[in-house]
């Protein structure tokens, strides 16, 4: 068990740091619910569209392409929204596409929107989080926070229906559900499921290579086919929540649980 301990020493440091305002923008997709008496309550799908940018170059190269992280997110989110909306009759629930901005400046897109929202807080659901998906291991999915609420049982099921297992977060001391846009959904007590690519163990010291460096670019392994059916898990799972009786909820004793000031957790 890791205590602290005093190390009796003095350290002076400095910092200094250069501010710039830069006015950016989310983007939002709406598909009305079909239930008179369900279609106030909001589902929200985020994913963040920003990446670095050009930076400081590796091997001549300063453009960091933002393939992976994130632009496979945005692409699935995309798919999300044209899968709903071209069913014959939209779900019970409304539905929320945001690809949100400035994720890599610290999530300031999400919570830019949670205090801003589009529709009141209170009367959002759940948001469903598209963070690098298509590479790594590709056998599964890891939902991180997976048994945090009732969403972690629908994707089980969903992912099971399409062939995919439920892959452990084998790093949890990397603390990756507090690191995507989904947790300013959660801190305001909105059920959240986070879907990443299998980041295991093993494939770490492949994952540091491209993680926000100019080589996260089209030439990555991605794979398609497991992109399509990750996809296929994540409608299959927001569905089933959004024509369900009853919203999703926390897990007894979350952390979340009680965040809400609606009470409704």
């Known amino acids: 068990q890791v205590h602290p301990f005093e190390l009796n020493k003095k350290v002076e440091y400095r910092i ?3 501010n710039k305002t830069i006015e950016d923008r989310n983007v939002v997709g709406f598909l009305e619910g079909s239930d008179p008496g369900l279609k106030s309550q909001i589902i929200v799908f985020t994913a963040h569209y920003d990446h670095i940018g050009v930076g400081t170059p590796v091997n001549g190269d300063s453009t960091y392409n933002g393939a992976a992280d994130n632009a496979s997110g945005v692409s699935g989110l995309l798919e999300l929204a044209d899968a709903f909306s071209s069913l014959p009759n939209p779900p019970r629930r409304s539905l929320l596409f945001l690809a949100v901005t400035a994720e890599e400046k610290g999530l300031l897109g999400s919570e ?40 972690g049982e629908e994707i089980r099921k969903a992912a099971a229906r399409v062939g995919l297992k439920i892959l452990p977060d084998e790093m949890p001391e ?11 959904f959660a801190k305001h007590g909105i059920p959240v499921a986070f879907t990443g690519f299998g980041l295991r163990r093993a494939w770490f010291d492949e994952f540091e290579k491209f993680y926000h460096q100019p080589s996260d670019d089209r030439t990555l392994p991605f794979n398609y086919h497991y992109m399509k059916k990750h996809m ?3 409608f299959l799972a ?16 979350d952390e979340f649980e009680n965040a809400r000031s609606d009470g409704k957790n």
């Open 174 to 184: 990397q603390r990756i559900f507090y690191r995507s846009d989904h947790f300013n």
């Open 112 to 151: 830019y929107y949670v205090e801003h929202p589009l529709f009141p807080l209170e009367q959002t659901v759940a948001d469903f989080n598209l963070d690098m998906i298509g590479i790594g291991d590709t056998t599964g999915i890891v939902v991180y926070g997976i048994d945090r609420t009732t969403l």
């Open 16 to 18: 200094d740091f250069e």
């Open 238 to 253: 927001a569905l089933a929540v959004a024509d369900a009786d009853e919203p999703p909820k926390w897990a007894p004793g």
């Open 232 to 234: 296929q898990a994540l």
